[in-house]
């Protein structure tokens, strides 16, 4: 079975650091796709970024990097220069089999002034 | 970028009605369209994955008696919560599969059975 695991509820950090979320994967198909969603207090799910398994460089966008650890089985993501409008929750997530997402328990960032 | 809409945003209704939700593709087509519902403070759960001309295929655990799902376009996903009662209340949110296998998210449907 397939499964995201999410295992900070919460994190808090000072505006303008650095901040990693993880993520920890575990699926037995070699091929797969990890995602990061941010959600804010809206509702809307933001897509922030994507790594497919075969992909050889760590996603990079803007101000949010993958950490992808294969062998780990580990996809952090990390924010950099953390700003208020951060402040949120953040969903992992796979693809399973050709489209269907699941989703981690997500982690709430809070960012701090 | 792709976008993807959905209607109503909120809604209120009494228990024994049906309410339906409506998700539409804006500037793509989706033959294949999810729906996913959020309780409080947890995470997203896929209900049923939508497919345009075809019956939607529902997750363990779903009654699809309850929760009807068209496709009946390639732009347009409907979901009917019939007989609503107010444990279906819940954030419902749709997304459409992009071509490269990427799901583009609604902005969800808050819906509260009183």
């Known amino acids: 079975a397939q499964k995201i695991t999410q295992t900070q509820p919460g994190m808090f950090v000072q505006e303008k650091e650095a901040v990693t979320l993880d993520c920890t994967y575990d699926?037995?198909?070699?091929?797969?796709?990890l995602f990061w969603y941010k959600q804010p207090s809206s509702g809307e799910m933001i897509f922030l970024i994507y790594?497919?398994?075969?992909?050889?460089q760590n996603a990079t966008e803007g101000r949010y990097s993958l950490n992808f650890q294969k062998a780990r089985k580990s996809a952090n993501l990390v924010i950099s220069a953390s700003q208020l409008g951060d402040s949120a929750m953040y969903f992992c997530?796979?693809?399973?089999?050709?489209?269907?997402?699941?989703f981690g328990q997500g982690t709430r960032l809070t960012i701090n002034p | 970028g792709a976008v993807v809409s959905q209607h109503p945003s909120r809604v209120i209704c009494k228990s024994g009605t049906s309410v339906k939700i409506e998700c539409r593709s804006l500037d793509f087509q989706a033959t294949t369209m999810f729906w996913y519902r959020q309780f409080p403070k947890q995470s997203l759960m896929l209900m049923a994955t939508?497919?345009?001309?075809?019956?939607?295929?529902?997750e363990q655990g779903v009654e699809k008696d309850k929760f009807l799902i068209n496709h009946a376009s390639l732009t347009l996903s409907t979901l009917t919560v019939t007989s609503a009662h107010p444990e279906d209340s819940s954030f419902y949110i749709c997304s459409a599969r992009g071509l490269n296998y990427e799901q583009y998210f609604g902005p969800g449907t808050r819906l509260t059975v009183t």
């Open positions: 699926t037995s198909d070699p091929s797969y796709g």
């Open positions: 790594q497919g398994s075969y992909d050889q």
């Open positions: 939508s497919n345009e001309g075809s019956k939607a295929t529902y």
């Open positions: 997530a796979m693809r399973r089999g050709a489209q269907k997402l699941v």
